[in-house]
């Protein structure tokens, strides 16, 4: 196939990267807006390459005209997260949105591959919008914690050094590894109650200050300079003690001057 005519092929998987990037920073941002742990840490997203693209169709005898239906990664997603908890949330998550069809599931968490590669694939269907119409196409979600994508990073830029022949001695070395790194999300996970609390609060109180500073910066143009002042003065005041009951208290008084001159925060986050 010409160059030309792969570059239009790959079209739609761009715009399906691109979209689901969108929705699943949209959802982080969901989780942050209100206040609560968000289970998707990072989102990242690419359309595979031509030449890796005609590697693995060699790799795996599939015909050129047969790469779409049966080469599941050429748009691929890779979720991170902070827990192995996590993994089986997102996962959850995925299966009930409307706008994603299952195709496939593949539990490497539960089931190591012999390299010691761990992580949750899907193949889902998902349709886009182009110019000729819409069209469904298989995606690859990698759902993965930080200590997963670490290692597979690695291991798969050691695949790259030695085209897919790594020495046994590496293997071995990349084997005790990903042991290492199952250990360091286990414990990870003990402190994943205490973790969530502390990014929680930290989210909460971040919210709330938003909040306030948007209702202070309105009051400008409404409020006269003295109000002003005095409200930001006690703004000062109270951040400095550290006290998120008096913060909260702070914001709701601050609600209602703000709501007395139709000055009351959107949301801005
Ligand atoms: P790239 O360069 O990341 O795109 P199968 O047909 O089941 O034998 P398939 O279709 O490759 O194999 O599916 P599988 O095994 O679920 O792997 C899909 C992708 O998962 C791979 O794509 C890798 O991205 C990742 N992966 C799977 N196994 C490993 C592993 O041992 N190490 C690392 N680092 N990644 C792995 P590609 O096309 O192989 O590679």
Redesign the pocket.
């Known amino acids: 196939m010409e160059i030309q005519l792969w570059k239009e092929v790959l079209t739609p998987y761009d715009l399906a990267v691109k979209e689901l990037i969108v929705k699943f920073e949209h959802l982080m941002k969901e989780y942050k807006n209100h206040g609560m742990y968000s289970p998707i840490e990072q989102v990242t997203g690419r359309v ?1 390459s031509i030449s ?1 693209i005609l590697e ?1 169709a060699q790799r ?1 005898g599939i015909p050129l005209e047969n790469v779409e239906e049966e080469m ?2 050429i748009a ?1 997603i890779r979720i991170i997260c902070q827990f192995v908890e996590d993994i089986q949330l997102v996962v959850e998550m995925i299966r009930k949105r409307s706008d994603m069809q299952i195709r496939d599931e ?1 539990d ?1 968490v539960n089931h190591v ?1 012999e ?3 761990r ?1 949750y ?1 899907m193949i889902v269907g998902y349709e886009v919008e182009t110019l000729f119409g819409s069209k469904m196409i298989n995606v ?1 979600i ?1 759902i993965r914690t930080l200590g997963m994508n670490f290692w ?2 690695i ?2 830029s050691m ?1 790259y050094k030695y085209q897919k022949n790594i020495p046994e001695h590496i293997k071995k070395k990349m084997l005790k590894a990903a042991e290492a790194i199952v250990v360091l999300d286990s414990e990870m996970s003990a402190v994943r109650g205490e973790i969530m609390d502390a990014q929680n609060m930290m989210q909460i109180q971040s919210n709330m200050i938003s909040d306030i500073l948007n209702n202070i910066q309105n009051l400008y143009h409404l409020a006269n300079k003295r109000e002003i002042a005095k409200i930001q003065d006690e703004f000062y005041r109270i951040y400095e003690m550290n006290d998120m009951e008096q913060l909260e208290r702070f914001g709701r008084e601050l609600d209602i001057i703000a709501e007395g001159y139709r000055a009351q925060a959107l949301d801005q986050n």
Request: proline fraction near 0%; charged fraction near 35%.
């Open positions: 595979k890796s693995k795996k599941y990664d691929g593949r490497y591959k390299s010691g590669y992580s694939h690859e990698q597979s990073t291991e798969h695949q």
